[in-house]
């Protein structure tokens, strides 16, 4: 059926049901990510097939500082709402028992300092013309899921503009020099998927569609990145790359500790 699609366990699901329920980031973060490819998954399967295998079977959600750090970011320019029902604790470390038992209490949890170094952020972002230019008009973490390259893939948007395109927000220590990091953290790849996932017949996505709004965590200088078709092209050839791994190493038949790398010098 048309609005039915068959995820990685072979079964089909009906999209409508699937794009409702990936509102709630317990499911796309949790049950969804063992059924669906995304950006993320490719990044790992390209680091070493092993990797996602024991990640996608094993790996608890732990987070980093850096990871907390843009969490916090998001939530309070894109979902303020769930941003104003975060729990702060006047606490100088995570280790302390008060925290600790703040998380019992509460779940997710953030230090004072958390927010009042995430507040200098929200600061500059929402003194930015050009910034709340490109994030008007639009509506904020919006899901998607389908088929790229006949696997499925999902996705969430940051910001969708009501018109077409695409606008990623990313916090980086440093602006000026994001084209580097855009490539060590494999943005092309997230550009290269959500650009065929968001497109629709109506409005087909191309390179031009698809932004990245950067934020300098030291410096709080605020950058627009656009997207070169190259850009978007070497993130096909990477999902293309990726999605070879993961027909050839992740599949029943096949034992993860056989997967070996040959060369010769």
């Known amino acids: 059926m048309k609005n039915e699609i068959q995820l990685l366990d072979g079964n089909f699901y009906d999209k409508s049901e699937l794009l409702n329920k990936m509102y709630d980031d317990e499911f796309y973060y949790g049950e969804l990510s063992k059924l669906a490819l995304s950006s993320s998954s490719l990044k790992l399967l390209l680091d070493s097939p092993k990797t996602y295998y024991y990640v996608t079977k094993y790996a608890k959600n732990e987070t980093t500082a850096a990871l907390r750090a843009g969490h916090l970011f998001h939530l309070a320019i894109l979902e303020p709402t769930k941003y104003d029902k975060i729990k702060f604790v006047e606490v ?6 008060k925290f600790k ?12 300092k958390e927010r009042d170094e995430n507040n200098r952020l929200i600061d500059a972002m929402l003194k930015n013309p050009t910034a709340q230019e490109l994030i008007r008009d639009s509506k904020s973490e919006v899901p998607a899921i389908g088929n790229v390259l006949g696997m499925p893939f999902r996705g969430k948007a940051d910001i969708l503009k009501n018109k077409g395109g695409i606008v990623d927000l990313k916090t980086t220590q440093d602006v000026q020099h994001f084209d580097k990091s855009a490539f060590k953290y494999k943005y092309h ?3 290269a998927i959500y650009i065929d996932l968001f497109s629709t017949p109506e409005k087909p996505l191309t390179h031009e569609d698809f932004t990245f709004l950067c934020i300098s965590k030291n410096n709080l200088d605020i950058g627009v990145w656009r997207c070169s078709e190259a850009f978007v ?10 999605i070879d791994l993961y027909k050839t190493y992740i599949r029943e038949d096949f034992d993860i500790n056989d997967y070996t790398i040959q060369g010769t010098l």
Request: glycine share 10%; proline share 0%; charged share 35%.
């Open 189 to 191: 790849l997230q550009a």
């Open 101 to 112: 038992d703040a998380v019992e209490e509460f779940g997710e949890v953030y230090t004072a």
């Open 92 to 97: 100088q470390s995570r280790n302390s028992k």
């Open 233 to 242: 092209e070497y993130g096909r050839q990477e999902l293309r790359k990726g």
